[in-house]
């Protein structure tokens, strides 16, 4: 072959492969800039019904105890602590479920007549069930008669021959603490006392209280027994399923019964009408537990539930002014040192993600997006506090990398006021990402590395 042929053919071979290298390098430069764009770029598809569901399903195990600490501590905004002369407290924010305040507060005591909120979440229960309603008209037995009560009750005076609605008797529950009226409540809805403390223990368990359980309806046994904060935790599921309660059985300042000869009484809340802005909830005593009192108030925004157990006092009236000492010392805390803001429901941020065969996802707040609660979420700040912040932080400062799963926590949301961190949720993956294949990974984990590509700040935002 001649010498000038076999250098074209070799000139034309080096031709070739040096295109063939440049195509290369053209496909993995493509490859390259669309993994850089699209990391940079997220645009997650909006997740179908079975998706959400799913991750709706895996963001419950982020939610928080009905009850909760302050992620803060006042101490550290200049609130100064309190005294209280009960033996066991607690306050308790009603709609965020924080506890500003709390003494002994698993120390089991009997909660007395404050047993008959139990008694009427029961019927309550029926009553949203259809199974009866408070026009109901209620027979009365001999148990029932107030004549036939244990000696000292407090009674709403059901005689034999009287025809008495159920309304009626919630009213004597809520308001003069009847003992008559928990007996003809126990028996009108399940047959007998025995079989309606049955329903209140199956309803408490339910609600995974494990000091809190009933010998009777009316909280007369010594038997019954709970803690400030279990009854808490009660008192506010009570209020959430059935806030109308509040206004037209636990404010109820007084209640005359029977109708043709009425006995009027007051209510046996202390606090009721004298401290701003309280607007139940029940009392309790037997000398076994001492003067009880679970108290709700609002003002403004913010609604406090304030529960303390083993008041001292001789006597009605002394023990009364203990537990109204209490609950001026607990309300003037919660409304003069501590403020509700409401939060928009569930932070939703797209992020790109590498190595994974979808390539974005949205990160949402864990606890908002999965609550269930009717209302909008608030967070608990000091009162001098003048602005919440909300920012945003991941995990990891380089490129999120698949397999991912629904659930799984990416970074958290951080909430401040003043420097304070006042809260932080987590942030999670609102679907699963399954690793791609091994060409995908390589150009990712090049552009992740190369670009130094890190997420996108997210601006702060802020609630008033």
Known sequence: MPKKKSNRIGFLYIKHVFFAFLF??????????????????????????????AFQTAAERYRPAPVVPLFWKPEKAGIENIHINAA??????????????????????????MTKLAAMYTVFQDIAAGKVSLDDRVPLTKNSWAVNAPPGSSLMFLAEG???SLRELLLGLAVVSGNDAATAVAEYIAGSQSAFVERMNAEMKKLGLKHTRFADSSGYSELNSTTAREFAVF???YLKLYPESLHEFHSVKEFGYPA???????????ALGIIEGVNGLKTGFIPESGYNLALTAERGSMSILSVTLGGPGKGTKQGNQYRLEDARTLTSYAFDNFQSVAVERGLSVPLGVACGRQRSLFAREAVFSASKEAQQPVIILPASAAELKRGFVLKNKSC???????????????YSAGGLTVKEVPLIADRDISEAGFIKKLFDKIACRIMNLAPPDLPADNFS
Do not use: H, W
């Not at 390098?25 to 850089?36: D, E, G, H, N, R």
């Not at 043709?260 to 202390?270: A, R």
């Open 24 to 53: 290369i390098i053209m496909v993995c430069a493509v490859f390259l800039a669309y993994s850089v764009y699209t990391l940079n770029n997220p645009k997650p598809a909006s997740l179908t019904a079975d998706k959400e569901k």
């Open 260 to 270: 043709s000869n009425p006995i009027i009484q007051k209510n046996t809340n202390p």
């Open 400 to 414: 999120l990398r698949a397999p991912l799963k629904a659930g799984d926590i990416i970074g958290k949301v951080v």
């Open 88 to 113: 066991s407290g607690i306050l308790v924010d009603i709609k965020s479920g924080s506890i500003l305040y709390e003494k002994n507060a698993d120390r089991i005591i009997p909660p007395a007549s």
């Open 235 to 237: 008192s506010r599921a």
């Open 162 to 164: 009287q025809s008495v």
